[in-house]
């Protein structure tokens, strides 16, 4: 695997190392040694599948609270999505900043996201599946999210949201803890 750290602190675009053959390929795309040795939380404990029927599905910010905040590894399987993570970690020098990324089922890349970060995406296509394992359980006490277009991030999307859910379009305004 190929691990390239972004420009916020502890985020990887992680790529796949293809060997190919007569019949296709094979790929490791996680490897707890690999990610342990890249400073990378490599607990996993859940894993979940996302699956958005339409173009112009946001699915976010979401993110869990301390004690149990959460790393991710994100993969689409499927079509394609505009991932973007934002750094909640108030003791953090990128706080409140954001980066944006083009995952999709042909490039086969990842994004791994540590704990402090809220995440969502933006399909770019139809009937597109995400892939997530989780370094936490899902605590629904401790769930938490920003708005999409919360001003305090400024988060540039790529197209139309044409489908979002109550919840994700209502989170308040960003307050700094």
């Known amino acids: 695997m190929i691990f390239r750290e972004q420009s916020l602190a502890g985020v990887f675009e992680i790529k796949i190392e293809p060997n190919r053959d007569e019949r296709g390929f094979f790929a490791r795309s996680w490897c707890q040694s690999e990610f342990g040795a890249h400073g990378l939380n490599p ?7 996302s699956f958005n029927a339409r173009k112009g599905t946001l699915r976010g910010m979401h993110y869990q609270a301390e004690p149990f905040g959460e790393a991710k590894l994100v993969r689409c399987t499927a079509g394609a ?3 973007v993570v934002v750094d909640v970690r108030p003791q ?3 706080f409140k900043r954001w980066l ?3 995952l999709d089922a042909e490039q086969r890349n990842m994004l791994y996201i540590p704990e402090g970060f809220a995440h969502g995406f933006l399909t770019l296509s139809d ?11 899902y605590h629904p006490e ?3 999210g920003v708005r999409w277009n919360d001003p305090a991030f400024a988060v540039e999307w790529p197209h139309e ?13 960003f307050v700094q803890p």
């Open 43 to 49: 607990k996993i404990v859940q894993a979940n599948i």
């Open 81 to 83: 999505i505009y991932d």
């Open 92 to 94: 953090s020098p990128t």
């Open 100 to 102: 944006g990324f083009v």
């Open 127 to 137: 009937k597109t599946e995400i892939f997530y394992q989780m370094s936490e359980f």
């Open 142 to 144: 401790l769930s938490r």
């Open 161 to 173: 949201i044409a489908v979002m859910s109550e919840r994700d379009r209502n989170y308040p305004d």
